[in-house]
């Protein structure tokens, strides 16, 4: 229904007409310019002018025209379809029939219904292939997807064929999809438990580090194999050949059979590491694809080598020792300077105890420092040459006044915020036991920060006790005191532990090794190890002299697997830096090599990473009919087995909610906005002109 409206009152419309019949008045009433013509053509002209001035007239008081639209909707039919691994295997060779069955399902509802295909698996998607390849069964996703995009909609049905297997997302019973339309559920696959062995799970770490030992726990399932005998392996994958590293037997005792089994391995080898976990084939069993299952571990060789050398023997060593072996990735070797056996240019950080000292300079130590640019901490005693020490860094300057010494304990400036320390530590230190400290004048750097002060009795100086900085590219500390083991003893006898001792130094210890990486060209991953049908993402960032992200050159990238097969790749370049998606590779280890061509010079970056199979579809070979069975009591629908889809649209026909919907969309705009009045007013005011043009008044 349409009608028309104005926003001024309607007894307006008597001016426009007034208005229009006071123009044709002035100009042609009486008129005596075709007094040789018909009086007719007087009052033609008149009733022209009339028609188009009241028209412009009312066009201004801006009528609206308001339209009622309506609209009908026919239900909604959503078919959703698991095409899962599982699924496939289940259908076999009756999947051809099936899908046609489902082909039909669709043609016959489309002639009354909308209706919408959707496959689901590891994710939603529009449309149902017969690939049937995915990895994972998300039944859950699947109904809140269909929720999310339908909801407020007509939906009249859903219809859902899966064999009630999920392996990812949550119980579909519980997702959280308030579906207003019945589920009608197509229950596949076989529920019988077939005779057969799986390695159901593995749990591990994703990572571990190089040289320490790690457990793997296998969980081992059997159905009807009761009376069998068979054998865990545990195999390490390298180049594609398998090493057998553990062998256990296991006996099936009883028809459904679970058994959980723990085994340790060692890191051996730096890098990311394949494992397959397999049992025994068993007389008459079903399958044999779920027997195994493989496992990436990254294996870091991120231990750092600490050395801490002193002039001579001194608890402070052990004190040091003790507070960085708690660390699994440091390695402590403690030494004096006379009996040092391994050269200092092995060590990725070391801690110097009253070195340089007055009777042994350690030049050989400090020019291996200096040359191999291996961060360090100075500790300050009595026995330190003070004239050596000064040359030796460029953080903090010590000038002795005589050779008396101080007894100092340590207390906080704010200011600091290299790192963070924890309340308890910076409430606890500065009540410990005093460390000895040099008599002199101390001058920190510009460029340093000191974290401790000195306290000398109850007099808070400004001398500092503890100074972090960096002097020729290498990160050095200085404690200017000896005599921290009093601090580990006292830490445990307020607390009965070390935590707050070991905080300490971890922390230092941690802000001076910790190795800036300098690269001008760098490549980076989100992770080392990725499923198998998940895309690979590299990052990479290319700097110039200045350290300025720039990314005018072309950079390339080739990934070869463990046969030597290349994948060459050329980067995209977003913003300032770079990007690759490599797409889906197969399972296996990978290396790659990022090169750039900039400022003369090729810069390259190498790395590794994984791909790793998803077996989830290979574990669970017995179709849940009871799921599927409840969806549809919960969304008040029915089952239907594969064999009969078609009554399918005759049980949605005769459901009363599943009924067309009229919308009704009221649309209002401006009478303006109609290019036909415009050609109207346009004719009526020609044919004004033509007439009296033609009969000679212009």
């Known amino acids: 229904m349409d009608n028309i409206s104005f926003q001024y009152p309607v007894w307006y419309l008597f001016l426009c007409f007034a208005l229009g019949g006071l123009f044709a008045g002035i100009l042609y009433y009486r008129s005596t310019a075709f007094r040789s013509q018909s009086s007719t053509l007087n009052t033609l002209l008149g009733l022209l002018r009339f028609a188009a001035v009241s028209l ?7 009528p609206l025209l308001r339209r009622v639209v309506r609209e009908v909707k026919n239900p909604i039919i959503l078919i959703a379809q698991d095409q899962s691994e599982s699924v496939g295997a289940a259908l076999g060779a009756q999947k051809a029939a099936y899908l046609s069955s489902l082909n039909a399902l669709q043609a016959e509802l489309e002639g009354e219904y909308e209706v919408k295909t959707y496959g689901f698996g590891s994710e939603v998607r529009e449309g149902i292939d017969s690939a049937f390849t995915d990895k994972q069964s998300n039944i859950a996703e699947a109904l809140s997807s269909l929720y999310d995009l339908y909801s407020g909609q007509n939906l009249g049905a859903v219809v859902l064929a899966s064999d009630g297997i999920y392996n990812e997302g949550s119980n579909p019973l519980y997702a959280n999809a308030a579906l207003d339309a019945p ?15 799986l390695v159901k799970r593995v749990f591990h770490n994703r990572i571990v580090y190089l040289g320490d ?10 159905d009807n194999a009761a009376g069998s005998n068979s054998r865990v392996n545990v195999y390490k994958i390298v180049n594609g050949k398998a090493s057998l590293l553990q062998q256990e037997a296991v006996t099936i005792d009883q028809n459904n ?27 008459e069993e079903a399958t044999l694809v779920n027997n195994s299952k493989d496992i990436f571990i990254d294996v870091l060789d991120a231990r750092q080598k600490i050395l801490v050398l002193g002039n001579a023997p001194h608890p402070d060593l052990t004190a040091f020792r003790q507070a960085l072996s708690n660390n699994q990735n440091y390695q402590v070797t403690t030494a004096t300077v006379d009996n040092l056996e391994e050269s200092p240019s092995e060590f990725d950080f070391i801690i110097l105890h009253n070195l340089p ?25 009595n026995q330190t040459d003070l004239p050596q020490f000064n040359q030796a860094q460029r953080v903090l300057s010590i000038q002795r006044r005589g050779s008396s010494t101080n007894q100092v304990q340590a207390y906080f400036k704010p200011g600091f915020n290299l790192f963070q320390l924890s309340e308890d530590l910076k409430e606890q230190l500065p009540g410990y036991t005093p460390l000895t400290a040099v008599f002199g004048d101390y001058n920190i750097e510009s460029s340093a920060s000191a974290l401790l002060y000195q306290r000398i009795g109850k007099v808070e100086t400004d001398y500092p006790l503890l100074v972090l900085g960096e002097g020729s590219g290498t990160k050095v500390g200085v404690l200017g005191g000896e005599g921290v083991w009093r601090w580990r003893l006292f830490d445990y006898l307020q607390n009965q532990d ?73 980067f995209n370049k977003a913003g ?33 990473f994984s791909i790793q199979p998803i077996q989830l579809e290979q574990y669970e070979t017995t179709a849940d009919h009871n799921t599927m069975r409840l969806l549809s009591e919960q969304y008040g629908g029915a089952v239907y087995s594969p064999e009969s889809i078609s009554e399918i649209a005759a049980a949605i026909r005769s459901r009363d909610t599943v009924k067309p919907v009229i919308y009704e969309t009221a649309q209002t705009q401006p009478i303006i906005n109609f290019k036909w009045l415009f050609a109207i007013l346009l004719l009526l005011l020609a044919s004004e002109w033509a007439l009296r043009r033609y009969f000679g008044s212009y």
């Open 56 to 62: 412009i007239a009312i066009l201004l008081l801006t």
């Open 183 to 197: 589920l009608f559920s197509i229950p596949l696959g076989d529920t019988t438990a077939q005779r057969d062995l």
């Open 213 to 222: 030992k790690f457990s793997i726990q296998v969980d081992l399932a059997g």
């Open 257 to 283: 059979w679970f058994e959980t089994r723990e085994f340790i391995l060692d890191a051996d080898q730096a890098g990311v590491q394949r494992f397959r976990i397999t049992l025994g084939e068993i007389p």
């Open 357 to 381: 000292s007055r009777s042994k300079a350690a030049t050989s130590v400090l020019n291996a420092i200096a040359s191999q640019q291996i961060p360090h901490l100075f500790v300050v005693g």
């Open 498 to 570: 070390h935590e707050r001792f070991n905080e300490l130094i971890g922390k230092i210890v941690q802000y001076l090794s910790l190795k800036e990486d300098k690269r001008r060209f760098r490549i980076s991953l989100s992770k080392n190890i990725f499923d198998e049908n998940e895309p690979v993402y590299f990052d990479a960032e290319l700097y110039n002299q200045s350290f300025e992200l720039v990314n005018d050159p072309d950079a390339s990238l080739t990934v070869k697997d463990a046969a030597g097969k290349e994948y060459n790749f050329t």
């Open 576 to 608: 300032n830096a770079y990007r690759l998606n490599a797409g889906i590779l197969p399972v296996g280890n990978y290396q790659f090599t990022g090169s750039v061509f900039f400022g003369g010079e090729r810069l390259t970056y190498d790395g590794q």
